[in-house]
């Protein structure tokens, strides 16, 4: 088998990570604040949160919240910060993580929405932010890179546009965590992580990063115990209970510490150069192969390790099956949950082959795709 679809899930845990994992689940896993051997849950959680925190630059730990995913914190940052009659902006380049609940709320009447436009490749002019804020805009979310075209977005230069005129600002970071450098006070309001991709944790883990300016201006979306002032009825206002309901992943929050650690060890800057190599490699060898088209930049340098592809007289789920059943080559075809992108790309509705890569890929698995491909 080769696997190609780290831009959907990592297919396989680290051996120290499994290893805390076994030790976990053998001895006493209780819910952190609702007893006293359940302060292992709670060390546990804020040992994650530290290691989140040195990642991504921030300074205080206890600003880092855990939930199910990367979809899940996005919901919570959308619909506790948007106000009734707020507009607010993203891009043709979001997943339907937050693409989804922006349009339910405008079509539900109570937000105005624009999309910010992209160019084919999925480039996209910052200018555009500058054009498109209006007096009531409150809020700006953008994915850091695409999971259909791998382009990386301007982020930073978007963001201080938006912030410079009072718009909040929110980076979905599920494609880049771990993957690309980012210190998220120079660059954005909050920052939304998911687990199982480039961060190498358990599915159903991540969570979001909530900065200074939105601690009073964020409403709790979920509510529920948190083991703290069980005495009211209302939501503690303090951090990171504010935002935790109910009884957390621990054993995904465990994953998380134990790969970001590993992450850490290791470099950003490392895996990102490794990551840029595989594209690179990949992408040059496309370029040899005829009726094989390239979608996005062909510029290792703007993009993540994700190359989706046109085969000329395949459809994409019957090359991407083909592939598999030849050749050991997984895939994921089809929009991605991304049809903004596709449509941008010019590849909506028939979507896409998607190859991408990561911690287990090696060249000899770069050259058998393209072998594969070659024969197809």
Known sequence: MIYANYA???????????NELYGYIGGIHLNGGRNFEGLEAQALALRARRAVARLFGVSDPLRVIFTGGATQSLNMLIHGLVREGCHVLATMMEHNAAARPLEGLR????????WLPCSPEGFL???????????????????????????????TECFRIARAQGVFTVLDAAQTGGILPLT??????????????????????????????????????MS??????????????????RFEPGTQNTIGI?????????????GVETIRERERGYTARF???LGDIKKVDPCGT????????????????????????????????ITRSGLHCSPLAHQTGGTFPGGTVRFSFGGGTTDAEIDGILEGLSAL
Do not use: Q
């Open 184 to 221: 998220m006070g120079e660059c954005c309001d909050a920052l939304v992580f998911a687990g199982h991709k480039g961060l190498g944790g358990l599915a159903g883990s991540g969570g979001f990063v909530l900065g200074e300016a939105l601690s009073g201006e964020m409403r709790p979306w």
């Open 224 to 241: 529920g115990g948190t083991g703290s002032a069980s005495g009211s009825l209302a939501m503690p206002d303090f951090m990171p209970d």
């Open 254 to 266: 465990l994953s998380l510490a134990a790969s970001i650690e590993e992450i850490l060890r290791i």
């Open 125 to 155: 002019d910052a200018e555009e932010v500058r054009k498109a804020i209006k007096k009531n805009t409150r809020l700006l979310v953008m994915t850091h890179a695409s999971n259909v075209l791998g382009t990386i977005l301007p982020v």
């Open 298 to 329: 062909r510029d290792p340098d703007r993009c993540v390790p994700v190359v989706s592809v046109v085969i000329r007289g395949y459809d994409a789920g019957e090359a991407s099956r083909l592939l598999f059943e030849r050749h050991g080559i």
């Open 283 to 285: 992408l040059s060898g």
């Open 8 to 18: 959907a899930t990592a297919p396989a845990l680290s051996r120290g990570v499994v």
């Open 107 to 114: 079509k539900n009447g109570r937000i105005g929405l624009d």
